[in-house]
């Protein structure tokens, strides 16, 4: 952990100026109804609006000559995409991504319009993966992992070194594990700097590979369903670096349902006027089903992006309306 740790302090120096710092805002609606103090990462207000743009500005700075000549290829549901389109963008590094048909329209306009070759294949996001790694593999250009590469995991780890600086004294963070490369990274810096602060994992209970991983001790195959958190489902590939950072640095785990989900995106939308993705819903939800636990506690979620898909988010609203009505 020390040797990560000290690739996230290098990346915290390295990715500026072309990854800011995100606010850390206080959530009044949040803190008076959950009788704590309530911090949110505002992750969703990042360039391309998501925690991806940091891991992928690590990894493009950290290619060598040759491969920065070549350019990159990489798969994605959508934010990583962007990030890794934004990041060879403004290192003069060709990207091409891979997407499955399924993947939002908005999200694959936003690749594109970041200037990379997008490529949409006929079949699932595990589909559009296995071509993209197929075609790196033809064509010699390295594969830019969304989160199985310590680059990656070292460049969203920043997060956590922003974190203790802005609130150096938080009982606990809570943030959304899809592959575990936000939270291994966060986790990573949060127990290097203040080991006090607890490090809370949470996932929708329709995906939860790393956390049936995390239980059976060793990385298994978990049935997935659809998710309003659609940025944090996918397998944990076997052998993924990820997973023995998340047996060290995660303190608690929860699962919340898509309605708790719904509801969560529906108070930031009131509280903060911030549409929020389902995997940020996913944070901010954790954080109310134990709130009694963290009752008069400092505690902060991170937002990890911002729902560009209009009609996925007036969908969560509708949810946590009926639900809660």
Known sequence: MVSLFERILEAHEGIRPDVPVSTLERSTLLSRELESDVWLKAEHLMPTGSFKVRGSANKIRTLGTAAKRTGVITASTGNHGQGVARAGGLAGVGVTVYVSRTTTKSKMAAIEALGAELVVVQGSALDAEKEARHQSEL???????????????????????????????????????????????????????????????????????????????????????????????????????????????????????????????????????????????????????????????????????????????????????????
């Open 139 to 325: 064509t010699g250009k390295p594969y830019v992992a969304p989160y199985n590469d310590l680059d990656t995991v070292a460049g969203q780890g920043t997060l956590g070194v922003e974190l203790f600086e802005q609130a150096s004294d938080l009982d606990a963070v809570f943030v959304c594990v899809g592959g575990g490369g936000l939270i291994g990274g966060v986790g990573t810096a949060l127990k290097m700097l203040n080991p006090r602060t607890r490090v809370v994992g949470v996932w929708p209970k329709a995906s939860t590979c790393m956390l049936d991983s995390l239980n059976a001790g060793h990385i298994v195959e978990t049935p997935e369903y659809e998710t309003l958190s659609d940025g944090s489902t996918g397998a944990v590939e076997p052998g993924s670096v990820t997973f023995p950072i998340c047996q060290e640095v995660i303190d608690e785990t929860l699962t919340v349902s898509e309605d708790e989900i719904a509801h969560a995106m529906r108070l930031v939308a009131e509280g903060e006027r911030w549409m929020i993705e389902g995997a940020a819903g996913v944070a901010v939800a954790g954080l109310i089903q134990t709130a009694a636990r963290y009752r008069g506690k400092k505690v902060a979620v991170v937002l990890c992006g911002r729902n560009i898909a209009v009609e996925t988010f007036l969908d969560a609203m509708k949810r946590g309306e009926s639900e809660h009505s």
